[in-house]
């Protein structure tokens, strides 16, 4: 199975950005996809978006378009999240997640989560 | 795109069965057999347990089954064991490349 490693936690300003990344290891990347899901304190998860590698293409949550951005490193099998004008409702666990195969529409393996707290 | 609507909190005695509904719309749930449910403990990752409506992951206890019926999906637990008390969530494909998650149940034993 896929496991997923994402970076530490960050504490960053109203107004500022944040950069998280997710590195995976043993399996096959090819036709997959990542994907990042967040929870809020006293909320349930939320769909941010996700990327195809091989493609290069991504698809974002309709109300984080514009302040969300999904990318990868060169070998494909790290993924970043970039969210921009963070505000104190950013203060979430944000979680990687793995499709093995782009036919497959379920979240296969997850990271544990980074903690990202937006305070001034 | 909505999230989709989950009872807050079930609960039951061991060995007990328990049924959590997900409903959506027919943009969502009602248009696609692509629904799956995570298992979700505090401080763990989530959990896969059911996909594609009513498939099982391998190592995954045949307790765990889903169905779905037009708009409204469901995951039910037999046999409830304590080890089964946990946050879940159903997902659904939206279309568009898009997903959309359930509001989540928690699930006392």
């Known amino acids: 199975q896929v496991h997923l490693v994402q970076s530490g936690a960050e504490m960053q300003k109203p107004g500022s950005s944040v950069k998280v990344s997710c590195q995976a290891s043993g399996g096959t990347f090819h036709n997959f996809a990542f994907h990042w899901v967040r929870q809020a304190p006293a909320h349930g998860l939320e769909w941010l978006g996700g990327?195809?590698?091989?493609?290069?293409?991504?698809t974002y949550a309709p109300r984080l378009q514009g302040r969300v951005t999904i990318t990868t490193d060169k070998s494909s099998t790290t993924a970043y999240l970039e969210l921009n004008s963070l505000t104190v409702e950013d203060t979430a666990f944000y979680y990687c997640a793995y499709r093995a195969r782009i036919t497959r529409y379920y979240f296969e393996s997850w990271g544990l989560g980074t903690l990202v707290t937006v305070s001034s | 795109q909505s999230a989709l609507t989950q009872p807050r909190s079930v609960s039951g005695s061991p060995g007990q069965s328990v049924t959590i509904s997900c409903t959506g719309s027919?943009?969502?749930?009602?248009?696609?057999?692509?629904v799956s449910w995570y298992q979700h403990h505090p401080d763990k990752a989530p959990k896969l347990i059911v996909y594609d409506v009513s498939k099982r992951p391998s190592g995954v206890p045949d307790r765990f089954s889903g169905s779905k019926s037009g708009n409204t999906a469901s995951l039910t637990i037999s046999g409830l064991q304590s080890e089964d008390e946990a946050d879940y969530y159903c997902c659904s494909f939206a279309g568009s490349y898009t997903y959309v998650f359930g509001t989540g149940t928690k699930v006392t034993v």
């Open positions: 027919s943009s969502d749930v009602g248009s696609y057999r692509y």
């Open positions: 990327i195809i590698p091989l493609f290069g293409t991504t």
